[in-house]
């Protein structure tokens, strides 16, 4: 499992390999009204005073923000953090709607934030589809075919022995996009050929390994490891499935922008300094990242820690700085993908670009970000 995902990583499964849908810019849907809120030209810029609540996961996606709140980062530039957690994106696009967050450290079900127009997509932290893997047990028919699909020949499955099969695993997140665009190389739909079971990512691992379902999609190490010593096997990664890569990151609300800029310019800040720390530091990484997931509930040990940091870096200020980098080229594509299956209206993916926001990180960090676009 370690030397495949390692593979991945050495053959351009990274940041540096996402590209953008076509083009880019430098400007934002903010401007410089945004920038002229709780700041000022010179880059300097003040809190609001209000608790900015912020939604955090209890994986790779929220470790730079939590171990900044631990640090004290966010209390230095006088802003008031409160985190909470939750167990996958779909929730925290709930509490965005409620109101009841106001930035969320978030993944794939991000895309549905944006396309409904209500968050803006400023800043991303990893890699969420380098240790992507779906699963299917060792008696499973899928197995009895590999290569049918032109370009993949290490690929398992077939329309007839996909069709009808039960998948396990969290709604609006990278498992259902995962799933839904494997079927979907083999021409199956959900409900119509195939039933996707929402459930929690841990009770999903637990009920496949007890013989429920008959797919699962796990999204990190830990859970690939999890599948791999129960002797499930891999039938593809992420890039077989989907032909993309997809970085996690940052929403926050469009309205949190326009009335409280400053504060999201400050949480930026902060989480990338504790992102660079991270990242300089290994084994600094690996013994806050083990000690975050056992106080919350995350199946993972030293060695699982340890690969995910090996294969999956924390994006820093110099990355973002690169030259085929492109904000949101990820969710951008994801968006097309959803809506070329119907998850969500054509219309809405011209939506999904306009919430690609890069003016909070070029006055976090004093640099200049280039955003994906259509074009």
């Known amino acids: 499992m370690k030397k495949r ?33 709780q700041g000022s030209s010179d ?58 967050l106001d930035v969320a450290s978030n993944g794939l079900a991000s895309v549905y934030s944006m396309a409904s127009g209500l968050c803006d997509w400023i800043a991303e932290s990893d890699s969420g589809s380098v240790t992507v893997n779906v699963y299917v047990r060792p008696d499973s028919p ?17 329309a007839d022995t996909l069709k009808g099969l039960t998948v396990l695993g969290p709604t609006s997140t990278m498992e259902q996009w995962v799933a839904a665009s494997y079927f979907a190389q083999f021409g199956l739909t959900a409900g119509a050929d195939y039933e996707y079971l929402n459930m929690d990512r ?20 830990d859970y690939c490891n999890m599948m791999e010593d129960a002797g499930m096997v891999a039938v593809a990664d992420c890039m077989e499935a ?21 504060d999201v310019v400050l949480f930026l800040r902060g989480m990338y300094k504790a992102a660079e720390e991270l990242q300089a530091d290994p084994d600094l990484r690996n013994e806050f990242a083990l000690k975050f997931y056992s106080e919350n509930g995350k199946p993972a040990d030293e060695d699982d820690v340890k690969t995910e940091t090996e294969i999956r870096p924390f994006i820093v200020p110099d990355d973002l700085t690169a030259d085929d980098y492109y904000l949101g080229s990820g969710t951008l594509q994801v968006g097309n993908f959803f809506a070329s299956i119907g998850t969500i209206e054509e219309d809405q993916v011209q939506f999904i670009e306009e919430a690609i926001n890069v003016q909070p990180l070029q006055d976090a960090l004093g640099i200049t970000v280039k955003a994906a676009t259509l074009e």
């Open 5 to 37: 995902l390692l593979a991945l990583l050495l053959t351009g499964a990274v940041l540096t390999s996402l590209a953008a849908c076509g083009g880019g810019n430098d400007s934002s849907n903010g401007g410089d009204d945004q920038s002229a809120s």
């Open 43 to 100: 880059g300097t810029f003040t809190a609001s005073g209000e608790t900015l609540n912020v939604g955090v996961q209890s994986n790779i996606i929220s470790i730079p923000t939590v171990y900044a709140e631990e640090k004290g980062y966010f209390d230095e530039l006088g802003l008031d953090v409160n985190l909470i957690m939750f167990p996958n994106g779909s929730p925290e696009n709930e509490g965005l709607a409620a109101e009841q």
């Open 142 to 158: 899928v197995l009895e075919h590999k290569g049918e699909i032109d370009g993949k020949p290490d690929m398992y499955g077939s």
């Open 202 to 221: 841990a009770a999903a691992a637990q009920a496949i390994l007890t013989g429920e379902g008959d797919v699962f999609v796990a999204t990190d190490v």
């Open 242 to 262: 989907t032909d993309t890569q997809f970085l996690n990151g940052f929403l926050a609300r469009k309205d949190i922008l326009e009335e409280r800029y400053g």
